[in-house]
C-alpha cells in the first residue's frame, strides 16, 4: 500500500531564505506525486505534480520539486520565501488506478520578515 | 469560473440530527470524492465516485453515505453525526479517474457537532 510521510509538521524560514519542505513516499510501483498548497479558510490548490518524464517539475508561484526513486524522495523548494508563502503544504501519492490520492499529515510554513 | 462548490461553509448541530454538505462542480468532472482533515493526520477519504451512480468507500466511511445522481452534484450526509465527526470537510473532483488527474477543491465546510 502507498504512503506518504512529510517531515517535519512546522518549517519556519525567514523572508528571502531557502525553503526545503521534505515528502518521503512508499510505493511499489511508478508513482504519481503531487504538492498541494493551502491558504488560510481555502480548500487545497495544485503546486505541482509528477507523472512520468523530467524527475525536475517545477510549479507555480517559483516552487519546484525532485524527484529521487533511489531515495523515494519528492521534496519540494523555493530558492527564495516571500511571506505569501506562509500556508500548509501537502505532499500526496496516487494510487494504481486513480481510486484514492493518499495525503500526508501535512507541514505548516512559516515566513518571518 | 471553474470550480467546486460546498456549502455551507460552517455548521453548528447536535448529535444525532441528521445533515447534508452539498458539493457542486461545474467542470464536467469524472472523478469525485470527499475527505476530512484533522490537525496531524492530514486528509482522509471518506467515499469517491468515478461517475454517475458509482461510489465507493474511501479509508474513513463509517457514518457517512454519499450518492451521485447527477454528474455535477455528489453530496455527502450524515444520518445521524456524533461528536467525532466534527472536522473540516473537503469535496474535490478531477477530470476522470487516474493517476495523472489533479484534484480541484472546495473551500471547506467546518462541521461541529456537539
Known amino acids: 500500500a502507498q504512503s506518504v510521510t512529510q517531515l517535519g509538521s512546522h518549517v519556519s524560514v525567514s523572508e528571502g531564505a531557502l525553503v526545503l519542505l521534505r515528502c518521503n513516499y512508499s510505493?511499489?510501483?511508478?508513482?504519481?506525486l503531487f504538492w498541494y498548497v493551502q491558504y488560510p479558510n481555502q480548500g487545497l490548490q495544485l503546486l505541482l505534480k509528477?507523472?512520468?518524464?523530467?524527475?525536475l517539475v517545477k510549479g507555480i508561484n517559483g516552487f519546484e520539486a525532485e524527484f529521487k526513486k533511489s531515495e523515494t524522495s519528492f521534496h519540494l523548494t523555493k530558492p527564495s520565501a516571500h511571506m505569501s508563502d506562509a500556508a500548509e503544504y501537502f505532499c500526496?501519492?496516487?494510487?494504481?488506478?486513480?481510486?484514492?490520492?493518499?495525503f500526508g499529515a501535512g507541514t505548516r510554513l512559516f515566513v518571518k520578515a | 469560473e471553474a470550480q467546486v462548490t460546498q456549502n455551507p461553509r460552517y455548521l453548528i448541530t447536535v448529535t444525532g440530527k441528521k445533515l447534508t454538505v452539498t458539493c457542486s462542480q461545474n467542470?464536467?468532472?469524472?472523478?469525485m470524492s470527499w475527505y476530512r482533515q484533522d490537525p496531524g493526520l492530514g486528509l482522509r477519504q471518506i467515499y469517491y465516485?468515478?461517475?454517475?451512480?458509482?461510489?465507493d468507500k474511501g479509508d474513513v466511511p463509517e457514518g457517512y453515505k454519499v450518492s451521485r445522481k447527477e454528474k455535477r452534484n455528489f453530496p455527502l450526509i450524515l444520518e445521524s453525526p456524533s461528536p467525532n465527526q466534527t472536522s473540516l470537510y473537503f469535496c474535490?473532483?478531477?477530470?476522470?479517474?487516474?493517476?495523472?488527474?489533479?484534484?480541484?477543491f472546495g473551500n471547506g465546510t467546518r462541521l461541529t457537532v456537539t
Open positions: 467542470m464536467n468532472h469524472e472523478y
Open positions: 500526496a501519492v496516487s494510487d494504481t488506478g486513480g481510486f484514492k490520492t493518499i
Open positions: 465516485s468515478m461517475n454517475v451512480e458509482v461510489t
Open positions: 510505493s511499489s510501483v511508478p508513482p504519481y
Open positions: 474535490a473532483s478531477s477530470l476522470r479517474q487516474g493517476e495523472r488527474s489533479p484534484l480541484h
Open positions: 509528477y507523472t512520468t518524464g523530467a524527475t
